[in-house]
Nanobody, 120 residues
Framework: QVQLVESGGGLVQAGGSLRLSCAAS????????MGWYRQAPGKQRELVAR????????????TYADSVKGRFTISRDNAQITVYLEMNSLKPEDTAVYYC?????????WGKGTLVTVSS
């Protein structure tokens, strides 16, 4: 079983920056994917960014939602099994609960989420 604990959410003005962290513990298996989804009020949960652990491919592969490309950067520290989301040039439409996830063998494990609020 895997446990995920997010941190780093908060209130920021438009144009500002935040850094989210997600620490994983438990039965972490190689060849996994970790990343972030978000859910705004009244909307469906959507993928923000994900990153492989680089065990299969030569290097880590990242994927971003079009809405955050060029503004958000995902990274991970395999030694400490932590994934980060650096968010710059934040917009009010980035306001949401951000959920960290861990995926292995087609199964997702979710964190409890951290709220990001961007004021205009």
């Amino acid at each position: 079983q895997v446990q995920l604990v997010e941190s780093g959410g908060g209130l920021v003005q438009a144009g500002g920056s935040l850094r989210l962290s997600c620490a994983a513990s438990g039965n972490i298996i190689r060849n996994n994917v970790m990343g972030w989804y978000r859910q705004a009020p009244g909307k469906q949960r959507e993928l923000v960014a994900r990153i492989t652990d680089g065990r299969i491919t030569d290097g880590r592969i990242t994927t971003y939602a079009d809405s955050v490309k060029g503004r958000f950067t995902i990274s991970r520290d395999n030694a400490q099994i932590t994934v980060y989301l650096e968010m710059n040039s934040l917009k009010p439409e980035d306001t949401a609960v951000y959920y960290c996830y861990y995926r292995y063998n087609g199964i997702n494990t979710w964190g409890k989420g951290t709220l990001v609020t961007v004021s205009s």
